[in-house]
C-alpha cells in the first residue's frame, strides 16, 4: 500500500495519470478515497492509497 497525503476540502489538484481531466476541487475526504471534481470530467472517486494526486497551488482562471 502506498502513502498518501492528507488532502483537505476546497483543495486544487490535478491527476498524474489523466492530464486531460484538467484541474479538481477535492469535494469529500474519508480514509484514503478522496471524491474530485474535475474541470473537464466530472466527480471521481480517487483510491489516495494508489494514486497521488498532485497539489495545485492556485486554480488558473
Request: hydrophobic letters at 45%; a negative charge; proline letters at 5%.
Amino acid at each position: 500500500m502506498r502513502l498518501f497525503i492528507d488532502y483537505s476540502l476546497g483543495d486544487f489538484v490535478t491527476h498524474p495519470e489523466m492530464p486531460d481531466w484538467g484541474i479538481g476541487q477535492v469535494q469529500s475526504v474519508e480514509g484514503s478515497r478522496v471524491t474530485v471534481n474535475f474541470e473537464n470530467s466530472g466527480k471521481q472517486l480517487i483510491n489516495a492509497s494508489l494514486i497521488l494526486l498532485v497539489p495545485v497551488a492556485d486554480k488558473i482562471e
